[in-house]
């Protein structure tokens, strides 16, 4: 019996559907083994996301599903998004068949044993310990890079897994573009006075904090009946449908930073997963477009939006309410300098707007020599200071506060580091297109206003998926492809205000 | 090729700890579902875990499972509790054979939407509004009964699935023996004055109740490394595995109660689960024996011990020191009996020890009858009504408060509620061997030692797992098997001391 094209397609969407279930209910427990998991609870739940994962990988790679993804990309009566869907889920399964089983269980053992690693070497703060298995880690990417292919660079099918389609020869352009102007942009800065902020780093109390955390995720309009925030180690946004997205956030009581930005960061993310289409739940038109755009939309938010003087207009008073102690004397000049102070930093995650893009450069640089294999794990420490003292201008005093402060190498995530510089430009350019597109925008976010950005982002970023590309996705949006200018000029405007004379 | 036992043993072993694992990661969703869940995120977490819950049967009744299974139940190299392990597992594989998953399906779509319907009735104090879907159930339950056989009466399929083997003939003779010397006891009480508990019901802060509630279940030793605390609204207990075990507890400002003994309840259960084999994790020697006897483990020590005198002689100071005006001028002796106040009433949960099986027997007559098919759903008010003005002397003022309190039918769990009543009497026999072990047991506890009862509990109870079925269990653990004197001895004793002219 023939089937229609609509039984087909149905078919396909419940198939999808239970993977999604599969898959998100692995997040779940991902989640919880970052908030609430008992300490002994470790192992089982280890062996339980594994099982989930195999079943998901196994149910999706199923030749069957794969002769029913060929049968319905070439039928003719599927509706535009339809077809998308099919198309992107057939890329998704060849991609994913080229893997053998054996490689996959090879890679997450490897996995186990290097994350363990970087948490011993963390703690014992040497390299020494990470670098074997590191290796090993390094040697199966490059294995991998062979599998999945490549057309010039085996990087460039690491970096394929966070933004389909990022190449060596486009980051390269990129980086080589803007890495002289963000230079210029600093020794500019380092020829005027320093602000000062010194009254960040004061006592907050803990619960206050949490508060003020919660009151500008609803100022962003984060829906807390679609989504929660926890505690956890180390931030980080996750969803299980568009109807429950949880952030987490964390909260040093002698620095009031970490946790404002990092929930404005991270509320960014989750207002971009609440904002995908429910009715493509498991479908590819449901997910992010990239990790690129995903951090576009949490840079956003936190820089763009959440570190400009418009939201703090409004904010401020309402902070002052919280801490009216801690900001007594400070006036809104002086916290929205504070708060963008540049200064070249051994941490990334604790880096300013601008010299956050060298810290990327770096991994970046490193990442791709040790995927061509011109570089080793053990050569890596020597690289790190060496880049870190030329291109940021500061000596690396150990390991921990160096080459052992991401957690992304030991996790098998080659590729990703590139995507953090990508998603501020994109983020610089989105926002310049909202600027634009809203004469009245920061005379809003001065009244508190923030809804018209969500607006925008829902009509031109979230609504779409995965139907666009990246780069795609940002000329639908802006009208062009991605344009760094729209970042140098954001941040020549900032900071000329900031640093002056 | 001719396959070792040892190989088929571990072929087995690594398929039900798959399964496992699909279960418990469901269990997660269902404990999320309670305690953390967007109020928008409840349709896709509906999905997600009937799609784990379909995955996981699917993978349980595949024949060539079946095939393993018969073939290792023959060998004669298995360890004891290897070959008990898959002989448990081959009964539960014929059990879950004989549901096509067609009415597997039909189940679960009828509770589904009775559920549901129960919720709205309850709202609007209906019993109307979850007649036509309870009646749907019943005949369900029917069918599944004919389903899965039964030799002499439907309900005992019913039963069956709490307590494997409890039958309407066991517990018609239990509770016609046990009802004449409730009464016997209750009117003896109900001549002497009553005891004042009024105090009970003052303002107690939430947050100094959560505080001394964690404080009783370290107490009782429950181990917060292997598993935690939440709120929800109904108290439960779940397991992920022994080291994952999770309890939740409500908390009444006006009512001091509620919180506390849904902690040592919740927390009997909860131990009982951490103390369960690790290394059976996944497979039948790693469950718990039955509800019954699951229901002896929290009434022990919600009532055993935690109403005991002895208990509160030594966490009677501590609870002062949390709520000092409340207590003031109150003996240990007055706060003894008010704690231990009989009282006829209308809800199940809130009832006293006594009464409690009165509420459980009407239950169970009620559902025999259903299943029998002599009783439909329109018949359960009046039949409910009429049976708590004999049985307890009260008038049933409405729905909510009558027929319409719990949450068992909707779910489709009949046969369930006489598992309460067994589980108590259980605890009763068990405490009482346990006192005969141990001489200073009482002096122990009045010193804040509850050790031994847990040492006891382990050794005798918790280790086994479902090695033995729960008479055998507790004959292996007391000497002979259900013995409701016990229970009657230790009420006696307990009201005779509480109740005096």
């Known amino acids: 019996m023939m089937e229609t094209t609509?039984?087909?397609?149905?078919?396909?969407?419940?198939?999808?559907?239970?993977?999604?279930?599969?898959?998100?209910?692995?997040?779940?427990?991902?989640?919880?083994?970052?908030?609430?998991?008992?300490?002994?609870?470790?192992?089982?739940?280890?062996?339980?996301?594994?099982?989930?994962?195999?079943?998901?990988?196994?149910?999706?790679?199923?030749?069957?599903?794969?002769?029913?993804?060929?049968?319905?990309?070439?039928?003719?009566?599927?509706?535009?998004?339809?077809?998308?869907?099919?198309?992107?889920?057939?890329?998704?399964?060849?991609?994913?068949?080229?893997?053998?089983?054996?490689?996959?269980?090879?890679?997450?053992?490897?996995?186990?044993?290097?994350?363990?690693?970087?948490?011993?070497?963390?703690?014992?703060?040497?390299?020494?310990?990470?670098?074997?298995?590191?290796?090993?880690i390094i040697q199966l990417k490059r294995q991998e890079a062979d599998l999945l292919g490549y057309e010039k660079h085996p990087y460039d099918a690491m970096m394929n897994d966070y933004d389909k389609g990022l190449t060596v020869s486009t980051v390269d352009e990129l980086f080589a573009n803007l890495r002289p102007q963000l230079l210029t942009l600093l020794s500019d800065i380092e020829s005027k006075?320093?602000?000062?902020?010194?009254?960040?780093?004061?006592?907050?109390?803990?619960?206050?904090?949490w508060q003020f955390g919660m009151e500008l995720l609803t100022k962003i309009h984060f829906d807390f009946e679609a989504g929660r925030q926890d505690l956890s180690e180390h931030p980080f946004t996750t969803n299980f449908n568009s109807k429950d997205v949880r952030l987490t956030t964390r909260i040093d009581e002698n620095d009031f930073t970490n946790m404002t930005w990092s929930c404005l960061h991270e509320g960014g993310h989750g207002l971009y997963e609440q904002g995908l289409p429910e009715d493509e739940?498991?479908?590819?038109?449901?997910?992010?477009?990239?990790?690129?755009?995903?951090?576009?939309?949490?840079?956003?938010?936190?820089?763009?939006?959440?570190?400009?003087?418009?939201?703090?207009?409004?904010?401020?008073?309402?902070?002052?309410?919280?801490?009216?102690?801690?900001?007594?004397?400070?006036?809104?000049?002086?916290f929205h300098k504070a708060i963008n102070k540049v200064q070249p930093s051994l941490i990334r995650t604790e880096a300013d707007e601008l010299t956050y893009h060298f810290h990327v450069m770096i991994r970046y640089e490193l990442e791709k020599k040790l995927v061509e294999g011109s570089l080793h794990a053990a050569d890596i420490p020597s690289f790190w200071n060496e880049h870190y003292k030329k291109y940021l201008g500061v000596d690396v005093p150990d390991d921990k506060?160096?080459?052992?402060?991401?957690?992304?190498?030991?996790?098998?995530?080659?590729?990703?580091?590139?995507?953090?510089?990508?998603?501020?430009?994109?983020?610089?350019?989105?926002?310049?297109?909202?600027?634009?597109?809203?004469?009245?925008l920061e005379n809003e976010i001065q009244k508190g206003n923030n809804s018209n950005v969500l607006t925008w982002l829902r009509q031109h970023i979230h609504k779409y998926g995965r139907y666009y590309s990246s780069g795609e996705l940002c000329r639908q949006a802006t009208g062009e492809l991605l344009n760094s200018q729209y970042f140098i000029d954001y941040a020549t405007k900032k900071y000329s205000d900031i640093y002056r004379k």
């Not at 006075?193 to 904090?209: G, M, R, T, Y």
Request: hydrophobic share 35%; with cysteine; net charge negative.
């Open 193 to 209: 006075p320093q602000v000062d902020d010194l009254f960040l780093k004061q006592h907050f109390d803990k619960d206050k904090q």
């Open 281 to 334: 739940y498991g479908l590819p038109l449901g997910e992010y477009c990239s990790i690129s755009i995903h951090e576009s939309q949490s840079r956003l938010w936190e820089n763009c939006v959440g570190r400009g003087k418009s939201f703090w207009q409004y904010n401020y008073p309402l902070l002052n309410t919280h801490f009216p102690k801690q900001f007594e004397n400070i006036s809104l000049d002086q």
């Open 401 to 440: 506060q160096g080459c052992l402060q991401d957690v992304h190498w030991s996790h098998g995530s080659f590729g990703y580091f590139a995507t953090y510089s990508i998603g501020s430009l994109y983020a610089a350019q989105l926002y310049a297109a909202i600027e634009k597109s809203n004469p009245l």
């Open 6 to 136: 609509g039984a087909l397609y149905e078919a396909y969407k419940t198939k999808m559907q239970k993977i999604a279930d599969v898959k998100y209910a692995s997040a779940v427990l991902q989640w919880d083994q970052e908030t609430y998991l008992p300490v002994k609870g470790g192992d089982f739940r280890g062996r339980q996301i594994a099982t989930l994962s195999e079943l998901a990988h196994e149910s999706f790679t199923d030749e069957k599903f794969g002769a029913l993804l060929q049968e319905l990309v070439s039928k003719e009566d599927l509706l535009n998004t339809e077809k998308r869907n099919v198309e992107l889920s057939l890329e998704d399964y060849k991609k994913s068949t080229k893997l053998p089983s054996a490689f996959v269980r090879q890679m997450s053992e490897a996995v186990n044993k290097s994350f363990h690693a970087w948490i011993e070497a963390r703690k014992k703060n040497s390299f020494e310990i990470f670098r074997e298995p590191l290796d090993a």
